[in-house]
């Protein structure tokens, strides 16, 4: 998601310059200045702006080695799913500034959709600045309700998974009925982009628009009938999203 959210704010116009990246593989990655350890930031190099794009089960490792960085201008921000943002400030101490953040994947490419809140600590400018950073890469949701953060997860934060998964699963359900592989994929991508455009576009509620496509006794109303289901889509979306969100929260 780091690499993700790197390749969304250098194509807003963010210098490759502006950015140093810490990696303990040290792995090199475009022009940006790769370190492998905190400590070797240069001691002039004060970052205004700390993201921690790290595995949940690494945070508590990694996080305290940026205490020495707590000062009034710098904010902290955490991607790392499920830890809370109490977690957060006891690794960073009490007079942290702290953000909690949960971005998708479209935000490569400007299209992505980051949930966050503040840390009590964090003051009202640090929240405008936070808002510049991920309205650069899509849409910024605040939120007041830690709790919320599961089901986020489970839904904007997986949730590009899903529709890959769909667009599998369509793309071979075409060929089985006997387009060729290029074409049967484009026809999905092109019909979920189509689709997901219009949406945002129209008036109508998606179930509008789903009545809108539906004639009656007609191809769609018969896939429908099986989609629509008492064990149909909806039931297994809800298994799926509950999976995920009750994961979520075994990652504190």
Same mark, same amino acid.
């Given at each position: 998601?780091?690499?993700?959210?790197l390749?969304?704010?250098f194509? $807003?116009g963010l210098k +490759?310059?502006?950015i140093?990246?810490?990696?303990?593989t040290? /792995?090199k990655? %475009?022009? @940006?200045l790769?370190?492998s350890n905190?400590?070797q930031?240069?001691p002039?190099?004060?970052?205004d702006?700390?993201?921690?794009?790290?595995?949940?089960?690494?945070?508590?490792d990694?996080i305290?080695?940026y205490?020495s960085?707590v000062r009034?201008k710098t904010?902290?921000?955490?991607?790392a799913?499920?830890k809370?943002l109490?977690?957060l400030q006891?690794?960073l101490g009490k007079?942290?500034?702290?953000?909690r953040?949960?971005?998708?994947?479209?935000?490569t490419?400007?299209l992505g $959709?980051?949930?966050? +809140?503040?840390?009590k600590?964090?003051?009202?400018?640090?929240? /405008?600045?936070c %808002?510049? @950073?991920?309205?650069?890469?899509?849409?910024i949701h605040?939120i007041?309700?830690?709790?919320m953060?599961?089901a986020v997860?489970?839904i904007?934060?997986?949730?590009?998974a899903?529709?890959?998964?769909?667009?599998?699963?369509l793309?071979?359900?075409a060929q089985?009925?006997?387009l060729?592989a290029?074409?049967?994929?484009e026809l999905?991508?092109?019909t979920i982009?189509g689709?997901?455009k219009?949406v945002?576009?129209s008036?109508e509620s998606?179930?509008?628009?789903?009545?809108?496509v539906?004639?009656?006794?007609g191809t769609t109303?018969a896939?429908?009938?099986v989609?629509m289901a008492?064990?149909?889509?909806k039931?297994?979306?809800?298994?799926?999203?509950?999976s995920?969100?009750?994961r979520?929260?075994?990652?504190?």
């Amino acid at each position: 998601m780091g690499s993700a959210l790197l390749a969304g704010w250098f194509g $807003s116009g963010l210098k +490759m310059t502006d950015i140093i990246a810490v990696d303990p593989t040290a /792995k090199k990655l %475009n022009n @940006i200045l790769m370190l492998s350890n905190p400590k070797q930031i240069p001691p002039q190099f004060l970052p205004d702006v700390i993201v921690f794009a790290v595995k949940p089960q690494l945070a508590d490792d990694i996080i305290p080695l940026y205490r020495s960085f707590v000062r009034p201008k710098t904010i902290f921000i955490s991607i790392a799913a499920g830890k809370t943002l109490s977690s957060l400030q006891s690794l960073l101490g009490k007079d942290a500034q702290i953000i909690r953040a949960m971005p998708n994947l479209p935000a490569t490419i400007s299209l992505g $959709s980051t949930v966050v +809140m503040a840390g009590k600590k964090t003051g009202k400018n640090k929240q /405008k600045i936070c %808002n510049s @950073i991920f309205e650069s890469v899509g849409k910024i949701h605040w939120i007041k309700n830690e709790k919320m953060f599961d089901a986020v997860t489970a839904i904007s934060g997986s949730g590009p998974a899903y529709l890959f998964h769909f667009i599998e699963c369509l793309s071979d359900a075409a060929q089985n009925l006997g387009l060729p592989a290029k074409l049967a994929e484009e026809l999905v991508i092109e019909t979920i982009y189509g689709s997901a455009k219009l949406v945002t576009k129209s008036r109508e509620s998606p179930a509008n628009l789903r009545e809108m496509v539906t004639s009656k006794g007609g191809t769609t109303e018969a896939a429908l009938k099986v989609l629509m289901a008492p064990n149909g889509l909806k039931k297994l979306v809800q298994q799926a999203t509950k999976s995920a969100a009750q994961r979520s929260k075994t990652l504190k």
